[in-house]
């Protein structure tokens, strides 16, 4: 039998991290390691737990989820900690900032449980999870602050294939979608999404979403 994916829970109210835990612990692929309050207990309970995925509060006491994320699974952290963030809000603005800090992915507070369990499940595989509804409005609200001077597309090295696909990786879309719209199979999808990945030295999807928009690749 294959181990449970072992879940630490942090998020400040104490419902919705019972009610969190409450589901999790009910999956038999799953199990809740621990829970907390902030993001200070999070980074000592994930270092001493050692979960394989930490569902992430943003706005919290003492350090917020940004902060710990990026101390979790942040640039230069030996053995980085797989990180979920589940936000209240669609268009918070620090939800950039904690996908740039090293979260996997985000969801939102009122997703049914199926998709939470869904989206711990996928993260704990190693592929990220962003959510399209949010990535699409990402760059929309925040577009100043999210696409600073670090580059051209020029600067890309991708093929134009490449980088059409990029696009539309930021834009939200799934490799179906994609396959859909470029008229291609997902194996093809699959092929090009790992060749971008290796290209830029990035860990998943998420961070070619950030990169897409930081270069800006998409307005």
């Not at 907390?36 to 980074?43: I, L, N, P, S």
């Not at 060749?195 to 307005?219: C, F, N, S």
């Amino acid at each position: 039998m294959t181990a449970p994916v072992r879940v630490l829970v942090c998020d400040d109210q104490a419902l919705i991290r019972t009610g969190f835990a409450t589901i999790i612990d009910a999956q038999p692929d799953l199990e809740v390691v621990g829970e907390c309050g902030d993001g200070r207990a999070a980074v000592d309970l994930a270092r001493r737990l050692n979960p394989d995925i930490v569902v992430m509060d943003v706005r919290m006491p003492v350090l917020d989820g940004i902060e710990a994320t990026r101390l979790l699974a942040g640039a230069g952290v030996d053995d980085p900690v797989k990180v979920l963030v589940v936000t209240t809000f669609n268009l918070d603005e620090y939800v950039y900032e904690a996908l740039r800090a090293g979260a996997s992915g985000f969801l939102l507070k009122d997703a049914p449980p199926a998709q939470l369990l869904h989206g711990i499940r996928t993260v704990a595989t190693g592929a990220a999870l962003l959510a399209p509804e949010v990535t699409r409005q990402l760059v929309g609200r925040y577009a100043a602050r999210i696409r600073p001077a670090e580059g051209t597309p020029g600067d890309v090295a991708l093929t134009p294939r490449e980088l059409e696909v990029l696009r539309l990786i930021a834009d939200g879309l799934s490799n179906s979608e994609i396959a859909a719209a470029l008229v291609i199979s997902q194996e093809t999808v699959k092929t090009y999404v790992s060749r971008i990945l290796t290209k830029l030295d990035l860990r998943d999807r998420v961070q070619a979403v950030v990169y897409a928009y930081r270069r800006g690749l998409v307005t």
